[in-house]
């Protein structure tokens, strides 16, 4: 089977050339960010902000509602906690955008009629929509370890390079996961808000059970029900403890995989219902 | 009126379609398209013939029956099928952000095909801005760019979802020809259509589709040809009332109409009776007995099923 002909690449590259302005500035603006954070902090740790920040952490509520940024007392735990936390709000959008594209914005938009048709299975449009994507995707974490970079250049810390490796993959797998289940419902179910809600408290569901469950011992057990569990990315970046990147990195490819393949079979049985 | 399965290019048997549980979009629907036919699916708005359309491409999933084109299902069409297969959709949604050249090209290249025939087709609907951003043209604009991306990659089998719509007299008359020219080369097509004046100008044979049901299939020659006139009587404008009266009670005479000095109406039984009754009025100064339109035969049809409409 000829992998990529010229059908396959102008389905790609139509597809991306309409985001590809979206796609360079969400670039520049993560790289800014990090850049313009990072740099403020050798300044703000010399004041005292810190010390205050960590007797205000004694308090239990505090605890419960802050605690997982407690370690910004340095760079490396802002970039850990604080950066690589909010990334994962810009995956969480962007997965879901990128998924819904595949198929269900055509569905809603009318142009599917006229795709469906074409001598391209399918499976095809699906797959050749999907890689797409991955490679848009990919922007979100280079735009990050590129910032991070920069910003450990410019104030004289040391790059941990092995950390930020571990770090570029399970954010990355983690914007897949998105895309995926976002593929997956949105074949499912079509219908736009749906998708968004599904995914959305998929999302959330996950993420919290995770975060209580990370916060409160008793509750350890909660952290083996969420999903993304790449939230470890953050011990790994900041206690160098890479033994869980490999577990994570393969929990997510059988994800994803899963997701992917139910994908694959289910699209066949989609309805492309008329807009009107 | 059915067809060999292995002669037809479509074939549609007993298809029935329902959206959720109870909307019965296409009831129980048997009807084939043979080879190098124009085939017009005529129905008023909401009668089934998108849906018919849809579940025939594999778009839609029938809830029974089964639809085939060129001998393969629906559900399965392979890409060599697919490829001899040019459909224009009902509405004209197109991709904004390209332009119409764009939009072209891309789907000439997912056809694999050459651009000889599109640039035919350009020069043949003048005027299209294919220049220009899809999202700035008009729907006439649009249609044409639709029914070029149906066209281009040369198919055998069109089909064509209410293709005029949006199209201007002397453009609709530009489709007209082009579908007679490419019929001459052996093109089939198939089109859902509710104007009748374009139906009977293209089509070999035509469907008749009410509330989903199939309620006629006929050659339009024999449809024209069918056992219903449309009668005219003059006579004194004092006895009007009274004849109107006895002629919207006998039986085969439909849309009784009355005039100062004549009763127009239409007549579908056994001519004998007709002549038997008009023997019965005295002072007839004239008699005219015209052929319907299609449309009138089109109406015809539809009240016969339906007595409420």
Known sequence: MNLLNNAKIQLMWKFIKKDLYILLGMFVIIFVLIFWVGIMFPEVSDNGFYDALNELLKNPLYEFLIGPVISITSIRGWIALGWLSYSWWIGLPLGIYLGVRILSIEVSQGTADQLIVTPISREVILLSRYFISLIELLFIPCASTIGIVVTFIFINEEIPYSNLIAVFLLDYFFFIAVLTITVFFSIILIDLRKIILIVAGFYFVSFFSFTFGGMNPDFEILKNLSIFRTRNVVDVFVTSVTTDVIPNLVFLSIFILVFLILSYFWINHVEIKSRV | ?309
């Open chain 2, 1 to 309: 009126m059915e067809a060999d399965k292995t002669t037809s290019i479509i074939q549609i048997s007993e298809l029935t379609k329902y959206y959720g549980k109870k909307t019965c979009a296409v009831d129980n629907l048997t009807l084939s398209v043979e080879p190098k036919e124009i085939y017009g699916f005529l129905g008023p708005n909401g009668a089934g013939k998108t849906t018919t359309i849809r579940c025939l491409l594999g778009l839609l999933h029938a809830s029974s029956g089964t639809t085939e084109i060129m001998g393969h299902d629906s559900g399965n069409i392979p890409p060599n099928i697919r490829k001899k297969i040019g459909y224009l959709p009902g509405d004209s949604f197109l991709y904004n952000h390209f332009t119409g050249q764009e939009y072209l090209d891309f789907y000439l290249a997912l056809y694999n095909s050459s651009n000889e025939k599109q640039q035919e087709l350009i020069d043949l609907f003048e005027g299209i801005k294919l220049n220009s951003p899809i999202k700035t043209l008009s729907k006439g604009q649009l249609r044409m760019i639709g029914f070029i991306t149906a066209l281009q990659h040369d198919p055998t089998l069109i089909i064509l979802d209410e293709p005029t719509t949006g199209l201007d007299p002397l453009k609709q008359q530009t489709v007209y020809s082009l579908i007679k020219k490419e019929r001459k080369k052996g093109k089939t097509f198939f089109f859902s259509s509710h104007n009748l004046s374009e139906v009977q100008v293209l089509c070999d044979k035509v469907g008749i589709i009410r509330n989903g049901k199939l309620v006629k299939t006929e050659t339009v020659e024999n449809l024209l040809n069918v056992r219903l006139k449309k009668i005219k009587v003059i006579m004194q404008p004092e006895l009007v009332p009274s004849i109107q009266n006895i002629f919207s009670k006998a039986e085969g005479i439909r849309e009784v109409r009355s005039l100062r000095n004549s009763v127009e109406f239409q007549y579908s039984g056994d001519y004998h009776s007709l002549i038997k009754l008009l023997a019965e009025i005295k002072d007839i100064y004239d008699l005219t007995i015209e052929n319907p339109s299609l449309e009138e035969i089109f109406l015809k049809y539809y009240s016969d099923v339906d007595p409420r409409s």
